[in-house]
């Protein structure tokens, strides 16, 4: 059973430090979003890729966030440094350029927390 | 850019009935596509049901089914025989067909509740 995996599920931290989380997309999917979700503002795309290479960052607070993908199976972002601001669950969902309806399938999410 | 606006915060049904979930949309765009999302306490995002812009017909999966009124730009769910599983967070969302895979534009969200 295909499914995105992300690491850690739950990340409590202090303002000041680095936070990396990580995300497996589904073997043979070329593209990987990253999204954020907070009571405030709901559900936001941060950023992409298609076949690693970044498509859009425009949703990424660019000072003190970074995403990347090292090889299609990794998909990294970084908050250095963190502020109790980025606490939210940070959701990676990949799909396939290729496919009909654009469908996006989903991790489970990270819950983060900075104090 | 597009918008995506849910005007329902929350609803509540009685098991068994039937509720209609809103949603509008606005978009300079011919060809896209909208979703509903469920999303059940465990946080995990789960597609209900989908539609392309340039299909007329309404999307059906199961109890679920659209109202797709594109001039409108209305976008509506309606959940026939709810089921207490039924409960949770309903997200609609738009994305642009042109590009691919592109990102969603999600709404603000409704909390559903279903009494027993």
């Known amino acids: 059973d295909a499914r995105v995996t992300q690491t850690p599920r739950h990340k409590v931290t202090e303002m000041g430090q680095e936070v990396t989380m990580r995300c497996q997309p589904i073997l043979g999917h070329n593209t990987v979003f990253w999204y954020r979700q907070t009571m405030m503002q709901g559900l936001e795309l941060l950023a992409y890729?298609?076949?690693?290479?970044?498509?859009?960052d425009s949703g990424m607070p660019k000072d003190r966030f970074s995403a990347e993908m090292p090889d299609a199976t990794l998909a990294t972002l970084k908050i250095q440094p963190s502020e109790p601001r980025d606490s939210a669950v940070y959701f990676c969902?990949?799909?396939?350029?290729?496919?009909?309806?654009?469908?996006?399938?989903f991790g489970p999410g990270t819950r983060l927390t900075v104090l | 850019a597009q918008t995506v606006t849910q005007s329902q915060p929350e609803m509540s049904v009685q098991e068994a009935e039937t509720v209609t979930l809103s949603c509008t949309y606005d978009t300079s765009e011919s060809d896209y596509y909208l979703f509903w999302y469920k999303q059940p306490p465990s946080r995990q995002m789960i597609l209900v049901i989908r539609q392309e812009a340039y299909k007329q017909q309404n999307a059906t999966e199961n109890r679920f089914s659209v109202n797709f009124q594109k001039a409108a730009k209305s976008f509506s769910l309606k959940i026939s025989d709810s089921q207490l599983g039924d409960a949770a967070m309903y997200f609609c969302a738009y994305c642009w067909s042109g590009g691919g895979a592109d990102g969603l534009t999600f709404g603000k969200g409704t909390h559903l509740i279903i009494q027993p």
């Open positions: 890729f298609r076949n690693r290479a970044p498509l859009d």
């Open positions: 969902a990949s799909g396939n350029s290729g496919q009909v309806y654009n469908e996006q399938f």
